[in-house]
């Protein structure tokens, strides 16, 4: 069993014990005027992309109540202090940290005294026996029909498994907080001025002062590499990019994605530059924001450039853009409907076996380089 499943496991099984043992909370009425509210985010970079605009819209609307932000290592990045978040705690999920830190955080949480928690994980235990735990008077969670997760929470929502995971993160939401809107749109980051002065220095290392660029992203981490594009149709579009805008062509990821940018720069006949662990989240948002467009398979980097307002070509496969896909007249989601597709579901494990990508595969660069085409004119 690797780590990964094994941590897995480790939540089921450890995290549904306690919840079991627990009866059900009474549900509670929202609140018209909070003064504490906690947000977390344990997974992903591309829920704390969202999630970013669930706190922008909280403080839009209670300007004066102090907000928290709950993060681990796997969604770290993307939230600030001082940009929404009054306070962000950090959980490290490391098996020799995971429980000193889960309840060092905790007793920091109980000190807080929050009037509201919203536990956005989909299926994790600990995230839901956390915010059992907070002391809060209103704590609103992913619960379900079958399972203990409900347990957890004043107010369990049952997402809407069809609906665009923005609808559903509102939804939550406005069970705790009584005047959240239903419907929300992505927010950009709000970059402070040593942010924007940082990423120009590096950027101006890469990209001559004034050039335009487009970025490439073909990295979508370890959990699920079926999202992966081929290699080399990536590389046909960077080479028709050059050749027929003029722009450089960037090619961007995690440092862990490093290798796997440069091999994928070795495929390309033009001269590209790879930026793969050169910036931090942040400083991805403000490269983004100043790029001509981005082709990216469906991961956090995606997320981001289009909260970014970048003209952004999105690759779906294995996940339906219906949850995480983007609409408007400078974003395209392309999803080629296989059969089989989608195999891969916030809310319930599936397809994680699958390793042949056939939905991407199906994906043409003609495909692609129509969308640039449109995002562009448009």
């Known amino acids: 069993m690797n780590t990964l499943k094994f941590k897995r496991w480790l939540d089921t099984f450890g995290g549904s014990l306690p919840l079991l043992l627990l009866p059900n909370r009474k549900k509670a009425q929202s609140v018209e005027t909070p003064r504490r509210i906690i947000i977390d985010n344990w997974v992903g970079i591309g829920d704390s992309v969202y999630l970013y605009s669930v706190a922008a819209t909280i403080k839009a609307i209670w300007p004066d109540v102090e907000l928290w932000g709950i993060?681990?290592?796997?969604?770290?990045?993307?939230?600030?202090?001082?940009?929404?978040?009054?306070?962000?705690?950090?959980i490290d999920s490391s098996f020799s940290k995971l429980f000193p830190d889960f309840l060092r955080v905790l007793k920091e949480v109980r000190a807080f005294q929050p009037d509201v928690y919203l536990e956005f994980e989909h299926k994790l235990?600990?995230?839901?026996?956390f915010a059992r735990w907070s002391g809060a008077a209103v704590t609103a969670g992913f619960g379900f029909r079958v399972g203990f997760r409900k347990h957890a929470f004043s107010n369990s929502i049952i997402p809407d498994e069809n609906a665009h995971m923005l609808v559903n993160y509102s939804r939550l939401?406005?069970?705790a907080l009584s005047e959240f809107p239903q419907t929300m749109s992505l927010k950009p980051l709000q970059l402070d001025d040593d942010e924007i002065f940082?990423?120009?220095?590096?950027?101006?290392?890469?990209v001559e002062s004034g050039s335009d660029y487009v970025v490439l992203h073909p990295g979508c981490g370890p959990s699920a590499r079926q999202r992966q594009w081929p290699p080399e149709r990536f590389a046909a579009i960077a080479d028709w990019i050059v050749e027929r805008y003029g722009?450089?062509?960037?090619?961007?990821?995690?440092?862990?994605?490093?290798?796997?940018?440069?091999?994928?720069?070795?495929?390309?006949?033009?001269?590209?530059?790879?930026?793969?662990?050169?910036?931090?989240?942040?400083?991805?948002?403000?490269?983004?924001r100043g790029a001509k467009c981005m082709v990216s398979v469906d991961t956090g980097i995606l997320h981001l450039g289009v909260a970014m307002q970048v003209p952004a070509v999105g690759l779906f496969g294995p996940e339906s853009p219906d949850r995480y896909g983007h609409a408007g007249k400078h974003v395209r989601s392309l999803?080629?409907?296989?059969?089989?597709?989608?195999?891969i579901h916030p809310f319930r494990n599936r397809g994680q076996q699958c390793r042949d990508g056939a939905c991407m595969k199906k994906l043409s660069i003609e495909t692609v380089q129509n969308a640039i085409t449109s995002i562009i004119a448009t």
Request: proline share 2%; hydrophobic share 40%; aromatic share 6%.
């Open 71 to 90: 993060v681990t290592e796997r969604s770290d990045g993307v939230w600030r202090e001082g940009d929404c978040f009054d306070k962000i705690l950090r």
């Open 125 to 129: 235990m600990f995230p839901a026996l």
């Open 173 to 175: 939401a406005g069970s």
């Open 198 to 206: 940082t990423t120009k220095q590096k950027l101006n290392e890469t």
């Open 247 to 288: 722009w450089t062509v960037l090619v961007s990821g995690a440092t862990s994605e490093k290798e796997e940018a440069e091999a994928l720069a070795g495929l390309i006949k033009n001269k590209v530059e790879v930026i793969a662990g050169k910036f931090t989240i942040r400083e991805m948002a403000a490269v983004l």
């Open 335 to 343: 999803f080629s409907g296989e059969e089989c597709s989608p195999c």
